[in-house]
C-alpha cells in the first residue's frame, strides 16, 4: 500500500515556475513507477511525465517536453515535477501516481493516486 500526497501548487503567471512535489508512505517506494498526470475541468485526465523504477528514464508528452522536469529521490520517498516556461492551457489538477511496472504513461497502468493539487497559470 502507498499514499501519495502533493504539495507545491498554485497561482502563477504565465512564464513562471512551479516545482510540484509528492511524497510517497511505505518501504518499498524505489520499486515504483512514478508519474504525474493533471485534469483540466470537463477534460480527461492526461499524461505529463513519469519516471522508472531502478534506472530513473523519464518520459514526457510533446505538450510539455523541454519544459517540464520530472525526477525523484528514493531516500525522501517523494517525486518532483519542475514545471518551468508555464502557458495558462497548464491549468488543471495535478496528480502524482504509483505503479508497480517499469514505467507507465497510461491512467490505467497506475494503481496509488494522490489528491491531487491545483495549478493556475494566469496569461
Known amino acids: 500500500q502507498v499514499q501519495l500526497v502533493e504539495s507545491g501548487g498554485g497561482l502563477v503567471q504565465a512564464g513562471g515556475s512551479l516545482r510540484l512535489s509528492c511524497a510517497a508512505s511505505?518501504?518499498?517506494?524505489?520499486?515504483?513507477?512514478l508519474g504525474w498526470f493533471r485534469q483540466a475541468p470537463g477534460k480527461e485526465r492526461e499524461f505529463v511525465g513519469a519516471?522508472?523504477?531502478?534506472?530513473?528514464?523519464?518520459y514526457y508528452p510533446d505538450s510539455v517536453k523541454g519544459r517540464f522536469t520530472i525526477s525523484r529521490d528514493n531516500a525522501k520517498n517523494t517525486v518532483y515535477l519542475q514545471m518551468n516556461s508555464l502557458k495558462p492551457e497548464d491549468t488543471a489538477v495535478y496528480y502524482c501516481?504509483?505503479?508497480?511496472?517499469?514505467?507507465?504513461?497510461?491512467?490505467?497502468?497506475?494503481?496509488?493516486w494522490g489528491q491531487g493539487t491545483q495549478v493556475t497559470v494566469s496569461s
Open positions: 501516481a504509483a505503479g508497480s511496472l517499469f514505467v507507465g504513461l497510461r491512467v490505467y497502468e497506475y494503481t496509488y
Open positions: 511505505g518501504r518499498t517506494f524505489s520499486s515504483y513507477a
Open positions: 519516471i522508472s523504477w531502478l534506472i530513473s528514464d523519464t
